[in-house]
């Protein structure tokens, strides 16, 4: 069962959410006013005889994973722009690990950040030369950024056939003039590589 909460300034642009995430076949399990809008928690393949514990471990470690994401996407867009980071602040193994899975060793770059700043736009330029060799890809929008805008020959499909596979991406079709486009955050080499395979064998 995969379970996740989505955020909205209204129901409209949070079931938008929904639907670009997890699909058609989500389930809604609670729809509620917050103070910044609305809130949505959806599920997949979710059983009404789920064990509320198992449910609420699910919750759980979807809002973790979640922020720790919003968390590494804001640190890449803050490398690629040249800050610099406190590298001792306190963090758990958990966070540690993912980190070092995403941006690298950190502290082995401390001494000349430039080099993992480099390493990012260099892996950004790769992935795009691989994508344009990509038959579903018609369009490959210029980026300054740590992702990648592309247009694909079916968004909605090409999107449900990644999450099969493990890969999440955005997918923006329903953003005004975005559509048929994904958005791809770029990661570790063996990330991107990933990607790029599952993307050559789509038919």
């Not at 909605?156 to 990644?162: K, R, S, T, V």
Request: one cysteine or more; charged letters at 30%; a positive charge.
């Amino acid at each position: 069962m995969r379970v996740k909460r989505f955020f909205g300034v209204d129901s409209r642009q949070a079931m938008r959410q929904v639907h670009e995430e997890l699909g058609e076949n989500a389930v809604i399990l609670s729809n509620k006013k917050v103070p910044q809008g609305v809130e949505i928690v959806c599920a997949l393949d979710y059983s009404e005889n789920t064990d509320p514990a198992s449910f609420a471990e699910a919750l759980k470690e979807s809002d973790k994973g979640t922020a720790l994401q919003r968390e590494l996407d804001e640190a890449r867009q803050r490398i690629l722009s040249g800050a610099k980071f406190d590298t001792n602040l306190g963090e758990n193994s958990f966070q540690r690990k993912a980190r070092i899975n995403q941006l690298g060793d950190w502290e082995a770059n401390t001494a000349n950040p430039a080099s993992l700043i480099n390493k990012i736009k260099e892996e950004r330029k790769r992935v795009a030369r691989l994508l344009q060799k990509t038959t579903c890809v018609t369009k490959i929008y210029p980026s300054d950024a740590n992702f990648i805008l592309i247009k694909v020959t079916d968004a909605n499909a090409i999107y449900n056939y990644l999450v099969e596979k493990g890969i999440i991406i955005r997918n923006r079709h329903s953003v005004v003039l975005c559509e048929d486009c994904l958005r791809i955050t770029i990661g570790t080499p063996d990330e991107n590589t990933q990607l790029l395979n599952f993307l050559q064998l789509y038919k």
